[in-house]
Every structure is written in C-alpha cells, then in structure tokens.
C-alpha cells in the first residue's frame, strides 16, 4: 500500500512565536546537539538529510522572520514556540499577526497541523499545560504541544519527530476523522 511517507517530498518546519521565546535557540541546539550561548537573529535554514530522521524523509526547519509571510505559504507544519516563564508569549499564541496571519491562510492553503512548543521549561518548576489546554480544546489544527529546553537539551529531537510525524501521520480531526484509527 502506498504510505503517506511514499508520497511525501520532504518536510517543512516553520517555527514561529513571540520575539526571544527561542526560535532560534531551538533550532541551534537541534543541529549542534549543545546551547549556544550566542545566537544570530535568525537561523539559516537547515536540511536534515533523510537517512538521519526518523521517517527517513528529508526535512527541513526555517526561522520565521518578521515579514516573510511567504514562508508560511510553503510550510508543512508550524511550530508555534512560546516560553513557559513568559506567559505573554503564551497569550501571544493566538492574536500576534504572524500566527493571524496563519489562522486567516486557512482557508487558502491546505490546513496545516500547528504544534505548540513550550520552551525554556529547564527556568520553571510548573507545567504550562493547564495554561493551554483551552487553546488546544479550542483549536482542532494543533496536533500536540510539547515542553521543552533549548538550553539542557530537553524535548529538542522529539519536537522535530513530532513535527515531522504531524505531517506524514497526521491524525487530527482535520483530516478523515472517519479514518481515524
Ligand atoms: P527573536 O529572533 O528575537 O525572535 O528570538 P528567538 O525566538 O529566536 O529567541 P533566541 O533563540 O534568540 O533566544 C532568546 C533568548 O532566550 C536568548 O538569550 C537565549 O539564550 C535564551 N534561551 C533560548 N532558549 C532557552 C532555553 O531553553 N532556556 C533558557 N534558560 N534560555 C533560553
Ligand atoms: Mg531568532
């Protein structure tokens, strides 16, 4: 039978969010497997080659940049990051333009699968789930939420498998709940 990772091309990750919740930070620290200390604005984009994932299909993570709405255009999945110590990015999640700007390309585009990622877990003691379970209840497009920590490493190659697996095996209500296992 023909698998939706037969048919897929490769995969692309758009990471956006709130200005300093670590974007950049998060991508750094999945390619390096370390925290770098100083971070560009943005990252380059970067190409993971299919033999090194997980699903074996190339993949690859872009930086969002303030006014580069084509990026969302072209994105696979979007990682909608915002830090759990800073709950206005967290309030952010919905109403900044870039994220609008998604919500409003909806109908346009074919309906992305959105992870929320929560990062800079390593300065709480608290989870922030309770904080965005009602966006998720809300909001059928988010596929999971994952906490994280750019700086110890934590969650970082989960969040890219999940990003990567919400689009090969996407199992939201958006597509075929009918099929639904
Ligand atoms: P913009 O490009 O300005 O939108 O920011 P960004 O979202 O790319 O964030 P960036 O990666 O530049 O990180 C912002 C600040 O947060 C930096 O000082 C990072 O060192 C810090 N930071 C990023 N991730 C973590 C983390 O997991 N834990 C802690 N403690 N600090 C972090
Ligand atoms: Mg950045």
């Given amino acids: 039978p023909l698998r939706a990772a037969d048919m897929k091309k490769d995969v692309r990750i758009l990471l956006v ?6 974007k950049t930070s998060l991508i750094m620290s999945l390619v390096s497997e370390e925290f770098p200390e100083e971070v560009p604005p943005r990252a380059e984009e970067i190409t993971i080659p299919a033999d090194v994932t997980p699903e074996r299909v190339p993949t690859h993570i872009v930086d969002y940049s303030g006014n580069e709405y084509s990026l969302v255009g072209e994105a696979n999945v979007i990682c909608i990051v ?7 990015s967290i309030d952010k999640v919905w109403t900044s333009s870039a994220n609008f700007l ?3 390309m909806y109908p ?7 992870i929320l990622v929560g990062n800079k877990s390593d300065l709480v003691e608290y989870s922030s789930m309770e904080t965005i379970l009602p966006i998720m209840n809300q909001y059928t497009e988010i596929e999971t939420c994952v906490e994280c920590s750019a700086k110890n490493l934590k969650n970082i190659s989960e969040l890219f498998y999940y990003a990567q697996k919400a689009v090969l095996h996407p199992t939201g209500p958006l597509y075929c709940p009918e099929e639904k296992e």
Avoid: D
């Fill in 82 to 88: 915002y830090a759990v110590n800073n709950k206005h």
């Fill in 17 to 22: 969010g709130e200005p300093r919740v670590g």
């Fill in 108 to 114: 346009f585009y074919f309906r992305l699968p959105l």
């Fill in 102 to 104: 998604i919500i409003a």
